[in-house]
C-alpha cells in the first residue's frame, strides 16, 4: 500500500515582543532589524514618532 504523505509541521506564530529604544536607533534601524515595516512598527507604538525616538523608552515590535 502507498504511504499518505504526511503534512508539514505547523510552527506557531511569532508573538509581539518588546525592545527598549537605545542611542542613535529610529524606527527604520529598529524595523530593518527586527524584520518588520516602519508602518507596522508605528501601528504597534502609535505614541511614538521617529523624532526623536527616547532613549529607554520600550516599544512593542509586532509579530512578522
Do not use: C, F, W
Given at each position: 500500500?502507498?504511504?499518505e504523505p504526511k503534512?508539514?509541521?505547523?510552527t506557531?506564530?511569532?508573538a509581539a515582543r518588546n525592545y527598549t529604544v537605545k542611542a542613535g536607533?529610529?524606527?527604520t534601524t529598529i524595523?530593518?532589524?527586527h524584520g518588520v515595516t516602519v508602518a507596522a512598527l508605528e501601528a504597534a507604538n502609535p505614541s511614538v514618532r521617529d523624532r526623536p525616538l527616547p532613549v529607554g523608552k520600550t516599544l512593542t515590535i509586532p509579530a512578522r
Amino acid at each position: 500500500p502507498r504511504a499518505e504523505p504526511k503534512a508539514a509541521p505547523k510552527t506557531a506564530p511569532a508573538a509581539a515582543r518588546n525592545y527598549t529604544v537605545k542611542a542613535g536607533d529610529t524606527l527604520t534601524t529598529i524595523a530593518r532589524r527586527h524584520g518588520v515595516t516602519v508602518a507596522a512598527l508605528e501601528a504597534a507604538n502609535p505614541s511614538v514618532r521617529d523624532r526623536p525616538l527616547p532613549v529607554g523608552k520600550t516599544l512593542t515590535i509586532p509579530a512578522r
